[in-house]
């Protein structure tokens, strides 16, 4: 007998006393919950999400759309970075400024290779701004988790507001469940039993987010 058979076979037993008419998983769980704390406008989301992700220690900076590429451009260029991994489908113009060398997001990579690179641009799948959370869902701009793992700097560029949502229930209701989803809520750290913190264990020591308004002119918010 397989592995295989094996957990099959707890699964057939787990299931045995389910009858045929029991209502569904999506329709026997209540959702009643809060859904958000609070009424706040697109602007106040923004606003409460770039005061969140600052308390988690990230640096976050805003700019337009035309301001997008020479902002990229400074912060790798203040990061000292001389590489930078590009997911594939990221649009080239974020980085048509910098002088780094850019690497393209590959399969055969090995966490070795990522390593060696200084830093990592992707976009995000939708920013929650009650936890001042970003999520990553291995979209075209965001590329294979592991790119966001590893290199000890990452600069998320987050289109505001149309990416910015005001809670966990209403990040998930934009998620495809099927797809690999990284939860990020400011730079990498962890505690020790006297709660002196060490950032840059599992993750990216430093997390850079890039709050870009669409519209080419200043930010009513900056």
């Known amino acids: 007998m397989s592995s ?15 009858r045929d008419d029991e209502p569904p998983y999506e329709r026997a769980v209540r959702r009643e919950y809060q859904r958000e704390h609070g009424a706040r406008t697109a602007e106040e989301n923004v606003t409460l999400l770039a005061e969140n992700l600052a308390d988690y220690r990230a640096l976050v900076h805003r700019c337009t ?17 001389r590489t930078v991994v590009v ?19 590959r399969a055969e990579d090995t966490p070795y290779d990522l390593d ?3 830093s990592v641009v992707t976009g995000c799948a939708v920013a929650v701004a009650e936890t001042g959370t970003l999520v990553l869902d291995g979209g075209p701009d965001q590329g294979r988790r592991r790119i966001t793992l590893v290199p000890d700097h990452h600069i998320c560029v987050v289109r505001v507001p149309e990416q910015v949502v005001s809670s966990v229930p209403h990040a998930l209701e934009r998620l495809d469940p099927v797809r690999p ?7 990498s750290a962890t505690s020790d039993i006297e709660l002196d913190r060490v950032e840059g264990v599992h993750g990216p020591r430093t997390l850079e987010v890039v709050l870009v308004n669409g519209r080419d002119e ?5």
């Open 65 to 81: 759309e035309g301001e997008l590429a020479a902002k990229i451009a400074e912060l790798l260029a203040e990061r000292g970075a």
């Open 181 to 187: 989803s990284t939860w990020i809520s400011g730079p």
């Open 218 to 222: 200043p930010d009513v918010l900056a």
């Open 116 to 118: 060696q690179v200084d």
């Open 87 to 105: 997911p594939m489908g990221l649009d080239a113009g974020w980085l048509a400024e910098s002088a780094a060398e850019q690497v393209p997001d």
């Open 4 to 18: 295989r058979d094996v957990i099959l076979g707890r699964v057939r037993r787990a299931l045995a006393d389910v």
